[in-house]
């Protein structure tokens, strides 16, 4: 049975991060993991089956974390449009704090290996669920359209927010991604014809 | 000199798309390609350099395609809407016919190997150019808004075509693509307020 927490956990979840990003997930080698982390091989699969359990287990601790995060955040608006904005500055944040991090989240969480894929998923259906959560509220409060197709918003709310992530992370970071929320939230909620003229927001 | 043309070269790249749509660029080898496009591996290698020739030649060819059919019908159209739209129908249409081929664009354009990033791009680019001339155009047209952020607006189209197009494979194709169509087109120009009543669009 492989460990799942300790100091030790978090050293090697951070190399991974560090390595992955730098690598890429078929490229990194577990020995390089581990010696990023300053521990030996070993010891890692004390706390890890495999690289594939690495690979999961980065993406259920660094996303967890920044989903119980936008969790919070979310909690202190709230309105609709309170929420969404904070669901986009969040998610620029977050990820932009940590180049690696970032690179990582871009490149790796769309896998071919099915078994991976299956891995990374409940992650990426919790961050919907806040995405429909916010999509439901803003019919209830007649902010958002009435005939909105559901699905097709929640898609273009995760989709723009990866793409300028990753054209943040494609330019290595050379924008001001901070500088992106409000443009972005505006052109979620207004689209390409932006704000109606003496409308509110 | 690797040969760039020809009957076995499109044969090949059928083989390719769909050894490494199923496997993973990482998990194909060049063995399969082979095997697939019925050909011997030493046919495959006076065609290509090595794997990674391959799958940038897959994405040159494949996309190429894809773009100049773009191309062909956005000259169809003369208003931003129009064109607008014949790109996100365009977009769903062309990826949606052949299942291999929207996995393989979905998965395998997220590269950590800067080599391959860097064969990539030429073509991600070109279909970029594309969507920032419909949003100039919109532009001009005052349609769009004038106070439009230029860089997030095609980060917007583009991520929320990719992303619908990523959760259509990641669901095996199980739901009706081009029903999406219409919602997507209109939540782009109008956002998730809807249109106002009253306006055209």
């Known amino acids: 049975m492989a460990l799942k927490k300790g100091e030790k956990y978090e050293v090697i979840i951070e190399a991974a991060t560090k390595v992955i990003a730098r690598h890429g997930y078929y490229e990194a080698k577990v020995s390089q993991i581990a010696k990023e982390a300053g521990l030996g091989d070993g010891t890692v699969y004390l706390y890890f089956k495999n690289k594939q359990d690495i690979l999961i287990s980065v993406v259920e601790e660094k996303m967890g974390n920044f989903i119980e995060l936008l969790k919070e955040r979310l909690a202190t608006k709230q309105d609709c449009l309170g929420k969404l904005y904070q669901l986009v500055e969040t998610h620029f944040?977050?990820?932009?704090?940590?180049?690696?991090?970032?690179?990582?989240?871009?490149?790796?969480?769309?896998?071919?290996?099915?078994?991976?894929?299956?891995?990374?998923?409940?992650?990426?259906?919790?961050?919907?669920?806040?995405?429909?959560?916010?999509?439901?509220?803003?019919i209830e409060e007649k902010v958002f359209s009435e005939n909105l197709n559901k699905r097709a918003a929640a898609s273009m709310i995760f989709g723009t927010l990866d793409e300028t992530m990753t054209s943040w992370v494609m330019r290595d970071g050379r924008f001001d991604i901070h500088a992106r929320v409000e443009p972005v939230y505006d052109l979620l909620i207004n689209g390409l014809k932006g704000k109606v003229k003496g409308k509110k927001v």
Chains 1, 2 share one sequence.
């Open 93 to 138: 944040d977050f990820l932009s704090q940590d180049f690696n991090l970032a690179l990582f989240t871009q490149v790796e969480l769309r896998q071919a290996n099915r078994e991976i894929r299956a891995g990374i998923e409940p992650t990426i259906k919790e961050y919907y669920s806040l995405i429909n959560k916010i999509i439901e509220k803003g």
